[in-house]
């Protein structure tokens, strides 16, 4: 019986000579992630675990970016404690702000993640590199600690699912439709302790940004890892990067024709129009053009998952030469301090201010309900964000409306949830 | 701390923002985390509480961040111990990490009603349902787990080894 990539990428970092579904394994790590959030945790377990030095100090990663600029004093804390640790241990990848970007667009940007790695991060969307062909996934602090000091993490060798999408994309459908359609199908834990492949000629076709978005939110519908096989589009991605943080190209991995899935799924994209997720799960996903009057207070472009150069590209389309609508606020944050100067050489964050919006530093801010638009009782966003819980983006009693980047800029014209075609 | 306690009953796809709102992540302070313990999904849950009592929930406990500050903020509540009818897996290895007794079990998950007195003997292997004179057996844990779990945690596992 063959083998899928993500059972191949857990073999080849154990010393164990074949691998099975529901198996525990310790593995060697390439890399390990935390935030200003998890991380303090982490470093507060590694101290008392007695360690007095980290596995490797070029693949320990600290990126402050969920409060980051600090909030508040207490976040300013936080932050500080990755600060002193990345000194006190060396931590070669500590991104201090001006330096830092929302930290699964950071990684695959300036090449710190490739094909056949194993990560772990203390961030749920760890999943996101999985669009390298890599296995990436979210664990806990104490995970981290333990991942600092002895390079390793233990895991259960999750099924795998096949997702194979084929047929042309409809226009203003993205990765983050693709990933929404699929999430709505099998439900918020369709894919629980599970892997999920992406295929199919529509994913092989699939450019990088919308492979991240989609591999982003995996973990949305409860899975360990997304995974697409690395091919043309994740070689050239790699050598487009200047100043790339490692040598090489990775180690490409491609699962078996009889690698065994859990359950194969195949999507037909002609059926998939843009999508919205309702309130309050991912998997409350409706077409645009379900959604009837919709008024919104906010909108929020950006994040791990749609906050690349590609989705302000899509967004700056549909605001150009346009205001947004009198009592919308439109929040706009580039993922990476790279995006935020390519949206300012292109021309984009001229256009998003002109329309009347924000352009901010990056920053996972308002995605978690952190600070830079923080919602108010009874008022409604649609964001480009990935998750939609109760209360995700600040009050409890207020609501998000996840969408793809063209439907939050059409949406902040038009004052409602709208459909692209509505306003070009 | 032995686990027995009233049940708490809570409902399908609790996620990690109602267990422990993204507000109140700027800190580690377990007693901090603890006072904002289930807020979003049950206001008074961390005035109510507990020492002892258990919270029951059905499909997908945990879901969503991988916040160690959710499993954290239920122990350094009181919670004893958390039975649903499936855990999401960040917040199950979570909990397993930091020592916090989880178990999985539909029957329990279906049956206990809010307010029941709960006692649970994981070395016998059982769930006893003391109001309503039911008991509900439980699945051991695969030897692996239950390793760092014996320890007492992913941390005390280790410092054992290292030992």
Not at chain 1, 95 to 123: N, S, T
Request: hydrophobic residues 40%; charged residues 25%; aromatic residues 6%.
């Amino acid at each position: 019986m063959g083998y899928t990539i993500t059972e191949k990428i857990l073999l080849k970092h154990t010393k164990l000579k074949d691998i099975h579904p529901g198996e525990f394994i310790d593995a060697k790590i390439d890399l390990c992630l935390g935030n200003d959030i998890t991380a303090p945790f982490a470093i507060e377990e590694f101290e008392k675990l007695g360690a007095k030095k980290v596995f490797d100090r070029n693949k320990v990663v600290l990126v402050p970016d969920h409060f980051a600029p600090a909030k508040d004093m207490k976040s300013a804390n936080q932050c500080k404690i990755l600060a002193k640790f990345a000194k006190q241990y060396g931590i070669k990848n500590y991104f201090e702000v001006g330096r830092m970007g929302v930290e699964h667009a950071l990684l695959p940007e300036i090449g710190l993640v490739l094909p056949g790695d194993l990560v772990i991060g203390a961030d749920s969307h760890t999943c996101t590199y999985g669009a390298l062909g890599a296995f990436s996934s979210g664990v806990g602090s104490t995970d981290l600690a333990a991942a600092m000091a002895e390079g390793e993490v233990w895991l259960r060798v999750p099924e795998s699912m096949k997702f194979v999408f084929f047929g042309k994309l409809n226009k203003w459908v993205g990765g983050k439709d693709l990933i929404l359609h699929t999430i709505g199908d099998i439900g918020v834990d369709g894919a629980r302790y599970r892997a999920m492949e992406f295929c199919g000629e529509v994913i092989e076709s699939l450019e990088m940004d919308d492979r991240l978005s989609m591999c982003n939110m995996a973990i949305e519908a409860g899975g360990k890892n997304g995974i697409i096989a690395p091919d043309k589009i994740t070689s050239r991605y790699i050598r487009s990067i200047k100043k790339k943080a490692r040598p090489g190209l990775g180690r490409a991995y491609a699962s078996d024709p009889d690698a065994k899935y859990c359950l194969v799924k195949e999507y037909d994209v002609r059926t998939i129009e843009p999508l919205v997720a309702c309130p309050n799960l991912p998997s409350n996903v409706k077409p645009v053009k379900a959604l009837k009057d919709v008024s919104i207070d906010q909108v929020v472009i950006g994040s791990c998952t749609n906050g690349r150069i590609s989705d302000l590209r899509i967004a700056a389309k549909l605001l150009k030469g346009k205001k947004v609508k009198s009592n919308v606020r439109l929040i706009i944050i580039p993922a990476t301090q790279k995006i935020y100067l390519d949206a300012v050489k292109e021309g984009l964050a001229r256009i998003f201010v002109e329309a009347g919006g924000v352009f901010s530093t990056p920053t996972c801010g308002p995605c978690l309900g952190g600070h830079m638009g923080i919602l108010a009782a009874g008022e409604r966003a649609i964001s480009t964000t990935n998750r939609n819980f109760t209360g995700r983006m600040g009050d409890p009693k207020s609501e998000v409306y996840l969408s793809n980047p063209a439907v939050a800029a059409a949406s902040a014209i038009k004052g409602k949830i709208a459909h692209p075609d509505e306003v070009i | 701390m032995p686990i027995k306690g009233h049940a708490y009953r809570f409902g399908d796809d609790i996620n990690t923002d109602e267990i422990i709102p993204a507000r109140y992540l700027h800190t580690t302070d377990k007693a901090e985390l603890a006072a904002h313990c289930m807020e979003d999904a049950d206001k008074q849950f961390a005035r109510k509480v507990r020492a002892g009592d258990v919270i029951v929930a059905g499909k997908n406990f945990g879901c969503g961040s991988s916040r160690e500050h959710a499993p954290v903020a239920i122990k350094a509540a009181g919670v004893s111990c958390v039975i649903a009818e499936s855990f999401a897996r960040i917040f199950f290895r979570n909990s397993i990490n930091i020592g916090l007794p989880i178990i999985e079990s539909k029957e329990a998950a279906a049956r206990i009603r809010a307010k029941d007195t709960i006692q649970v003997d994981t070395a016998k292997g059982f769930i006893k349902n003391v109001t309503r004179k039911e008991k509900y057996r439980i699945e051991k844990y695969p030897p692996f787990m239950q390793r760092i779990i014996k320890a007492g945690g992913l941390m005390e596992s280790m410092k054992k080894r290292r030992a």
